[in-house]
């Protein structure tokens, strides 16, 4: 398996770099536009939202690169050597996970950290290591916990979307409407996302993120100012009293994320016609 990431890496890393190539270039004319033109609080909205639209760009495109590499081994004839490996298919999906979970911190370390560098160059900010590492033991657990849950949902989507593809290849049998698994991954997220707020209703014990206690919520509809965030992770709840999360739906979507891995792999090992 070790030499199938490599195998991976080595036919990606050239579109990786390219990526983030690109985001990191966009990032410094968006600083520096902000230098020379004299930042001030008129101008953050717009600088703000040109940052965001760089980033979810970025990330867009590199999960589009990645999903449609595992389609193409799917539907085209380059999967003939892929799926012919001496390997099991949980290993050809594990593989492929590690492989764009890698890519993902990669993106989103490297992005994180230049704009930060380039920021004290540029505005001359005073950023010394130990107060930048203390500025993360400062984060709150439910900004960590949320972070947390959203990397779960985000691992269970990409899960999700594989598991998609595979069963439309073999569900069809026809490479020219491959793009029905689009269909499919809609309909099963649609379904996940229905169970998973019935669980959270049939059993209300939710884990308090201020607290970390399990506390009983029933009768939801009292509690004031209550919002809802919904991710493929959990359901996680903002309310007066603090932030909570669903424990039935997060083991729910665990359970979810690896029957869907071990579906893929299944699929992929023996019923995929080469």
């Known amino acids: 398996m070790g030499k199938y990431i490599k195998y991976e890496i080595k036919g990606s890393y050239k579109v990786i770099l390219g990526i983030l190539a690109i ?40 999960f ?7 389609r ?5 004839d380059r999967g003939y050597l892929t799926f012919t490996l001496p390997l099991t298919g949980n290993q050809i999906v594990g593989g492929k996970l590690i492989v764009a979970i890698m890519w993902f911190i990669v993106l989103g370390f490297v992005t994180l950290l230049y704009n930060i560098f380039l920021a004290k160059i540029l505005f001359d900010i005073y950023l010394p290591f130990k107060e930048m590492f203390d500025v993360f033991n400062t984060f709150s657990k439910e900004a960590i916990t949320f972070i947390i849950t959203a990397f779960i949902g985000g691992v269970i989507t990409l899960i999700l979307i594989y598991f998609s593809m595979a069963l439309s290849r073999v569900s069809i049998r026809n490479k020219k409407i491959g793009g029905l698994w689009f269909i499919i991954f809609l309909i099963l997220n649609a379904l996940v996302a229905y169970f998973n707020v ?10 308090n993120l201020n607290t970390l206690e399990i506390t009983h919520l029933k009768g939801l509809e009292y509690l004031p100012n209550i919002t809802m965030n919904m991710n493929g992770a959990s359901i996680t709840m903002g309310t007066g009293e603090g932030a909570f999360i669903g424990i039935a739906g997060m083991i729910y979507n665990l359970v979810v994320g690896i029957v869907a891995f071990l579906g893929t792999g299944y699929i992929i090992e023996n019923k995929i016609d080469l």
Do not use: C, H, M, W
């Open 198 to 207: 019935k669980i959270n209703g049939l059993i209300p014990y939710y884990l």
């Open 64 to 70: 589009l690169f990645i999903v449609g590499s595992f």
């Open 23 to 62: 985001v990191l270039i966009a990032s410094t004319v968006i600083q520096v536009n902000v230098r020379t033109g004299g930042f001030d609080g008129s101008r953050f909205p717009l600088v703000a939202f040109l940052f965001s639209l760089t980033i979810f760009g970025t990330f867009l495109t590199a």
């Open 72 to 76: 193409k081994e799917l539907y085209e």
